[in-house]
């Protein structure tokens, strides 16, 4: 069973929308939440990183909202550009070099 | 400053040949990993190496082996490829505290026919 689930499976934003993926997990055990970019062809390069112990975390137009209590977090993308469109996988790391992705949100932002 | 680089970048194999990929990583990091991306399934923790010499199962590790043959490199080996093992390969690495920042390499496209 997977231990990250992330919805949706694909997305569609307009050039300058918000873009929101989300992200819930299991396992308390979990200490970093962090969303990887994937480009075509090209490997996963981390994106944006939060602590559970932070509900908010923003890095340029990119955001991370985090609610521990619910054991689910997103990833908001402000002002969403072409050059954004790629692939984003939220994932959940604990210290056991255990690191567990979600399956992915395809994301095209159309100019 | 190449990061984590892979070999080779694309390889096909009838079933119960065997190979073995290659990654090598020139950030003086600890801990290295392998994956496996699959549509729809995310990526799945194969097998990881918290520092050299050591070795650990992850999530999906049946029909794979591995070896950390230094600091620098850690390499995925399939004794008998099945169509199963049809994917794409990533290995990454990350300093030893700070698992969920992970350098990962471009990726080898392993098809078994």
């Known amino acids: 069973q997977q231990q990250v689930k992330q919805s949706p499976q694909s997305l569609i934003v307009q050039k300058g929308g918000i873009s929101i993926i989300n992200c819930a997990y299991e396992n308390t055990a979990f200490d970093y939440f962090p969303w990887y970019q994937q480009f075509p062809g090209k490997g996963p390069a981390l994106l944006i990183a939060?602590?559970?112990?932070?509900s908010e975390k923003k890095e340029g137009r990119f955001t991370i909202s985090f609610n521990k209590s619910a054991k689910q977090f997103s990833l908001h993308i402000m002002d969403s550009q072409p050059g954004d469109s790629a692939t984003y996988f939220c994932?959940?790391?604990?210290?056991?070099?255990?690191?567990?992705f979600g399956a992915g949100t395809r994301l095209t932002v159309k100019p | 400053n190449a990061g984590v680089t892979q070999t080779p970048k694309f390889q096909v194999l009838k079933t119960g040949q065997s190979m073995t990929l290659q990654c090598a990583q020139d950030m003086n990091h600890n801990s290295m990993y392998w994956y496996r991306q699959d549509p729809g399934m995310g990526l799945r923790l194969i097998y990881y190496?918290?520092?050299?010499?050591?070795?650990d199962k992850g999530e999906v590790p049946n029909g794979y082996n591995v070896s950390r043959l230094n600091k620098r490199e850690f390499s995925l080996r399939l004794e008998s490829a099945a169509p199963s093992q049809t994917s794409v390969y990533f290995c990454?690495?990350?300093?030893?505290?700070?698992?969920?920042?992970?350098?990962f390499g471009p990726g080898t496209r392993l098809t078994v026919t």
């Open positions: 190496s918290a520092s050299e010499g050591t070795t």
């Open positions: 990454a690495s990350s300093e030893e505290a700070l698992v969920y920042e992970q350098y």
């Open positions: 939060i602590r559970p112990d932070v």
């Open positions: 994932a959940a790391s604990s210290r056991n070099n255990d690191m567990r």
